[in-house]
């Protein structure tokens, strides 16, 4: 039974008789985002015959239209740092007066011209994903798809045609949807696909949620010049992040203008000639042009079929898979947000290239979620690596050592600006090894790429210190913390992310 599952692994094939089953495809993926389109690239370069299905391009996605790209590249990551770079120059504009540049008092910020270029560049991106395939030698389809059995995806055309292919393999990557919560008067707030295709810049938002998203279209539209109230149900934003970092960042929103509103949640929203009137728990009442919804994602599959055809689902409707990708059904596997396993774009990709790998190239891979860092783009913005601090006493045998580092940037001493960069590494004491890494300032998620590195090849905090820093800069500080901030105790759990 080993030998056979692993020959299934390997060519996704069990022993057959000697009549070999025809399919009209190697592999068929549902969904052309970022993990889906390199699976299916990186499959015909192993020489498999490979179609894609996606749902024609809107800005913003729903049940019937998408586009090439997916999420990160039309309504998610890419869109958002356009407009976060747009943001940033608000401050740094004010900053340069500092400087020595003198500035007008009145600067104009034009919403719409940034709006049309940020479309422009991800309608550029879209024709550039639908080249990749091409170039690739993937069969791309526009329409729908849908799983009807095993091996067989039905396609439901732009024109409602239906048309039906069979393939060795299914891949889905359709990855998941933003979500609402069911309060009263909840169709007058936008989600992150809305907020990235505004009309009208709101000169006054309430954003809900206290993740990511949350924060950074705070950031994004504070720095742009709006009143901006952002309400989380936690004592403090980024629930899963280091709880130090956590307070630095909520610290720098508070420094930027933002209003916060800790341990509050939205009762109704209710239309007025002035606006939305946002209630809160507490009663509280604020007035907002826009009201966005933060509140998390759920996987895309409700259209899929999938449950008709035996493929397990969790409770959140996320497909269920094995540690290389492979749902229950042998023929059929799914990567991405819609496993809700990672959800970033880059553990899509890596997800998407194992699969490759391990169906048609022969060597088996499991992703490597270890050592996966992360950014999240407030301003200034925070980047991660590794182990938080609670993470590592809950998992670590052992002392660990907490190194940080909280100082004003050098460009901050001249223009004014009174907000610190914080930098931290979690050290375990008995081996020397850094487990994690944090850092909230401007720049950290470039600086941050190349820490990740260090701590995947197993660095130890002597390599740290043994190593030159660039100066002056703000990431040598990261080779410069020589004192031990505290000592902590890990709680003598079995290892599980060393």
């Known amino acids: 039974m080993a030998n056979l599952g692993r020959k299934m692994l390997i060519d996704g094939e069990v022993e057959k008789p000697s009549e070999e089953v025809h399919y009209d495809f190697d592999l068929f993926v549902i969904g052309a985002g970022s993990g889906g389109v390199r699976a299916s690239r990186f499959s015909a370069q ?38 976060v770079y747009g943001a940033s120059f608000g401050p740094e504009l004010e900053d340069a007066r500092n400087y020595g540049w003198e500035l007008n008092e009145r600067i104009d910020f034009n919403w719409k011209k940034l709006l049309d270029k940020k479309t422009k560049e991800i ?28 091996n067989e995806v039905e ?3 732009l024109d409602g045609t239906k048309i039906s292919y069979s393939a060795k393999h299914i891949l889905i990557a359709t990855g998941s949807r933003a979500q609402r919560p069911a309060i009263p008067g909840q169709e007058l707030a936008i989600t992150s696909d809305e907020a990235l295709s505004l009309e009208e810049f709101p000169k006054r938002a309430v954003v809900l949620g206290g993740g990511y998203i949350a924060v950074e279209f705070a950031s994004i539209w504070r720095g742009m010049g709006a009143t901006v109230d952002l309400c989380f149900r936690k004592e403090l934003p980024l629930r899963g992040f280091d709880d130090e970092m956590r307070a630095v960042v909520a610290r720098n929103l508070e420094g930027r203008g933002i209003n916060m ?30 009201v966005l919804f933060a509140t998390g994602r759920a996987p895309n599959t409700k259209r899929l079929n999938l449950q008709a ?12 898979v094995d540690e290389f990708s492979r749902t229950n059904i042998p ?19 890596m997800e998407g290239t194992c699969f490759a790998k391990t169906v048609f190239g022969g060597q088996p891979t499991k992703p490597d979620y270890g050592h996966i860092p992360c950014a999240v783009f407030c301003i200034p913005s925070l980047s991660v690596v590794g182990l938080s601090e609670e993470q590592a006493i809950e998992q670590v045998n052992g002392e660990i050592l907490v190194f940080t580092s909280s100082f004003n940037p050098m460009k901050n ?40 590195i260090a701590l995947k090849c197993g660095a130890t905090k002597a390599q740290f210190d043994s190593t030159v820093g660039i100066h002056p800069s703000a990431a040598e500080e990261f080779v410069t913390m020589r004192s031990v901030s505290r000592r902590v105790q890990g709680a003598g759990k079995p290892k599980t992310n060393l």
Not at 273 to 286: A, M, P, Q, R, S
Not at 331 to 349: C, F
């Open 123 to 150: 309608l550029r991106l879209n024709e550039i994903y639908k080249r990749l395939l091409s170039n690739a030698g993937v069969k791309l389809f526009e329409g729908e798809g849908r799983v009807v059995g095993p």
């Open 261 to 290: 509103h800790p341990r509050t949640n939205l009762t109704e929203l209710v239309k007025t000639e002035d606006g939305i009137k946002v209630i809160t728990d507490h009663g509280e009442e604020l007035m907002a042009d826009v």
């Open 331 to 349: 023929s059929i596997w799914a990567i991405g947000d819609v496993t809700n396993r990672m959800n970033l774009t880059p553990v899509a990709l």
């Open 413 to 452: 001493t001249i223009s004014g600006r009174q907000e610190k960069t914080v930098m931290k590494l979690v050290v375990h004491a008995e081996t020397d090894k850094v487990l994690g890494a944090s850092m909230c300032g401007p720049d950290a998620p470039e600086i941050m790429q190349g820490i990740a």
């Open 309 to 320: 055809v035996g493929v397990e689902l969790d409770r959140v409707g996320a497909v269920k």
């Open 155 to 157: 396609l439901t055309q």
């Open 46 to 83: 192993y020489g498999a015959k490979v179609g894609i299905c996606e749902l024609p391009f809107h800005p913003i996605s729903s049940e019937v239209v998408g586009g090439v790209g997916g999420t990160c590249v039309i309504r998610g990551c890419v869109p958002k740092k356009i407009l």
